[in-house]
């Protein structure tokens, strides 16, 4: 059984910095992927960013040179870190994981709870 613990969510001021965390926690060969999505109220939930486990970033254009992934990979964690924070980034952000749960499986997506993230003066 594989769980995510998210941390790091809060609420900052326009042009303010958050850090989010997530933990992947249980049993498992290795993390393909983490990524991470937002979905803001009344909007669906969209991609924001990824990291594969060769190191490979993508990241949506809304996010682009604000916002950096990373990842742990002794410490099975990934972080966002959230810079130039705007209104319009509130939402409910989810980390996801794609994890292999032996060495030649196919991946399997696992979700976090989530963790609020309001930006507002």
């Known amino acids: 059984q594989v769980q995510l613990v998210e941390s790091g969510g809060g609420l900052v001021e326009p042009g303010g910095s958050l850090s989010l965390s997530c933990e992947v926690r249980?049993?498992?060969?290795?993390?393909?992927?983490i990524n991470w999505h937002r979905q803001a109220p009344g909007s669906q939930r969209e991609f924001i960013a990824q990291?594969?486990?060769?190191?490979?970033?993508y990241y949506a254009d809304s996010v682009k040179g604000r916002f950096t992934i990373s990842r742990d990979n002794a410490k099975n964690t990934g972080s966002l870190q959230m810079n130039n924070l705007r209104p319009e980034d509130t939402a409910v952000y989810y980390c996801?994981?794609?994890?292999?749960?032996?060495?030649?499986?196919?991946?399997?997506?696992?979700w976090g709870q989530g963790t609020q993230v309001t930006v507002s003066s």
């Open positions: 996801n994981v794609d994890v292999l749960a032996k060495e030649y499986s196919r991946p399997r997506g696992y």
């Open positions: 249980g049993s498992f060969f290795s993390i393909y992927a």
């Open positions: 990291v594969l486990s060769g190191g490979t970033l």
